[in-house]
């Protein structure tokens, strides 16, 4: 079983739409979650981390964070064609010092 | 603010060579990790230093692998000798002491691709 487990898409969706980004992971004891956004041949940037049951808001993103059903995603709202990365989720482990665990990611596609 | 710089972006190499990957993380960063994507696969983590000492080297596929951080600033890490499969891109990240659980990011330089032939 993949520890941290995202669907690779690519999901497609039109300029100006929400975009819904999942994640589940294995460890039930995970404190810490993060979105990380990759561009093609660039460097993973953080967008959010949450670690509390519920909504987060940061501008046109909201991450959802569900503990008991061991999920986290990723909204986009008014989505833009610069939007279109790779969206990593993160998930740090419990006993696993600071280590991040990643999900292979899914690949976002913005069309105009 | 320089961010983690790595070193070098590419390197293609044959089957046995030797390559070794450097990273400078963000200055005053005590937590260093380095991880690796093959292609298509997550983003795999290798090791992580606090300072110079390994914290966690868990994540490290053998022996051929060594990873080093004298004095706690600038980390290598050596393949030696180089396989097919060691072929992906490396990514060192590096984040500040004691964090906590509310934060802890991961500052990530653009990687290293290594293409063993």
């Known amino acids: 079983q993949k520890e941290v487990e995202q669907n690779s898409g690519p999901l497609s969706v039109p300029e100006g739409a929400i975009a819904s980004l999942n994640c589940t992971y294995s460890?039930?004891?995970?404190?810490?979650f993060f979105w990380y956004r990759q561009y093609s041949g660039k460097s993973p940037e953080l967008i959010m981390f949450?670690?509390?049951?519920g909504d987060k808001e940061d501008g046109r993103f909201t991450a959802q964070l569900n503990k008991a059903s061991q999920y986290v995603s990723l909204l986009i709202r008014d989505s833009q064609p610069s939007d279109s990365a790779t969206y990593l989720c993160?998930?740090?482990?419990?006993?696993?010092?600071?280590?991040?665990?990643f999900g292979a990611g899914t690949r976002l596609a913005v069309h105009p | 603010e320089a961010g983690v710089t790595q070193f070098p972006s590419h390197s293609v190499i044959e089957k046995g060579q030797t390559v070794t990957l450097r990273c400078d993380p963000i200055s005053g960063h005590d937590n260093l990790y380095w991880y690796r994507r093959v292609m298509g696969k997550e983003i795999k983590f290798l090791l992580h230093?606090?300072?110079?000492?390994?914290?966690?080297e868990s994540g490290m596929p053998n022996n051929r692998f060594l990873a080093e951080r004298t004095g706690g600033t600038y980390s290598t890490l050596k393949v030696q000798p180089a396989e097919l499969e060691d072929s992906g891109v490396y990514f060192c990240?590096?984040?500040?002491?004691?964090?906590?659980?509310?934060?802890?990011?991961?500052?990530f330089g653009e990687g290293s691709r290594l293409t063993v032939l």
């Open positions: 230093f606090v300072k110079e000492s390994k914290q966690d």
């Open positions: 990240a590096s984040s500040q002491e004691g964090q906590g659980l509310n934060t802890g990011e991961l500052f």
């Open positions: 460890d039930r004891g995970s404190q810490s």
């Open positions: 949450i670690y509390s049951n």
């Open positions: 993160a998930v740090r482990f419990s006993g696993g010092y600071n280590k991040l665990i």
